[in-house]
């Protein structure tokens, strides 16, 4: 497996653990809504939250403390998204009996910067950068992923931010304008979601296990994809 995806949880079997102790799983779900201007919100949907401890006394107990920490705003992925320069990080219990379903969310006003801190936070070697030309807008970013490159789980406050990419799929919406270029996601037909891809070693391999992600859009609707 991979550096980064061992960093970021992306593969399934990461999922169903990350960010939880003990016997709880849980579906997570990752929405990033984008503006013309590269800002956003953040926000992460944990669903079908359960214990699967042997006794019904072991599982109440792991819950009730998983709810405790998200009432007590002690919760990792608020913690996380504080912790790479989010603002308005909030948490909200949307069904508080079991199974739960909590959402988190912020805002933020670069995602270039954002997935810098991200990247710096992993411990992993890379670059994030949003580049303005004109009407057209490009957010790219590169990550050595090779077992060689150094990478963490924590951020300089001690946050462990490897959940924040985890679960099911991590997609990408654009508000206002329209998706004309990707390397590295999946283009919705009508060009206004992208859903990051998982790569498999090989493709890694081929690229000396250099990742780059690459997502253009443009503020105007209607658009092509440059040829």
Excluded at 212 to 225: F, P, Q, Y
Aim: glycine fraction near 8%; proline fraction near 2%.
């Amino acid at each position: 497996m991979n550096r980064f995806f061992r960093v970021t949880g992306m593969l399934a079997v990461l999922a169903a653990a990350a960010a939880m102790s003990g016997c709880l799983v849980k579906e997570t779900d990752t929405i990033i809504t984008i503006y013309p201007d590269g800002s956003g919100t953040w926000t992460t949907l944990d669903r079908d939250v359960r214990s699967q401890a042997d006794t019904p006394a072991g599982r109440l107990r792991e819950e009730q403390e998983y709810l405790a920490e998200v009432w007590e705003g002690r919760y990792e992925p608020a913690l996380a998204l504080d912790a790479i320069g989010c603002s308005d990080v909030s948490t909200q219990v949307i069904r508080s009996e079991w199974p739960f379903l909590v959402i988190t969310s912020c805002r933020f006003a670069d995602l270039g910067a954002l997935w810098q801190q991200w990247l710096d936070a992993a411990g992993l070697r890379g670059q994030s950068r949003l580049e303005v030309d004109g009407d057209r807008i490009t957010w790219s970013v590169w990550a050595d992923t090779s077992d060689e490159a150094q990478a963490g789980t924590t951020t300089a406050r001690g946050v462990r931010v490897d959940s924040l990419l985890g679960g099911n799929s991590t997609r990408l919406f654009i508000r206002h304008g329209q998706f004309v270029e990707a390397a590295g996601f999946e283009l919705a037909d009508d060009r206004r979601v992208a859903t990051l891809k998982a790569f498999d070693d090989k493709e890694l391999e081929k690229a000396g296990g250099n990742l780059v992600l690459v997502l253009m859009w443009t503020t105007t609707e209607g658009a092509k994809a440059w040829k």
